[in-house]
């Protein structure tokens, strides 16, 4: 579950790992049909991560991420600052679906980050 989690946040860095061991493969093919099979491989990997590359020049796609977790720090600061820290209002719970949810879109920004970080 991890590695899927790792893929949606970093799918650049997956497809640059799969792009590296279909080339490996490529070299390491014994026979001639091994050895296109291995090309049409990294010719759709070398496709799929330019489509990657160009769609994260793009402004809205680049701010797609934050802005799906733009709610949960309102929400999270909201509670933790107004309610907690000053006392000035009570806010209502989160439904099971959206902590669930939640729990989700930080772990993919910071477990998954640091996660990016060691390679």
Do not use: C
């Not at 959206?98 to 990016?116: D, K, M, N, S």
Request: glycine share 6%.
């Amino acid at each position: 579950m991890l590695s899927f989690l790792l893929s949606l946040v970093n799918p650049i860095g997956r497809i640059a790992e799969r792009l590296a061991e279909a080339k490996l493969k490529a070299t390491d093919a014994a026979t001639e049909q091994e050895r296109i099979k291995a090309g049409v491989v990294v010719s759709q990997l070398e496709a799929r991560q330019a489509i990657l590359i160009a769609e994260q020049s793009s402004l809205v796609t680049r701010w797609i991420r934050p802005a799906f977790a733009l709610p949960f720090i309102i929400y999270n600061f909201k509670v933790v600052v107004w309610d907690k820290v000053l006392g000035l209002g009570v806010t209502d719970d989160l439904s099971t679906s959206f902590w669930h949810l939640q729990i989700v879109v930080f772990g993919a920004y910071f477990l998954t980050r640091g996660l990016e970080k060691q390679k």
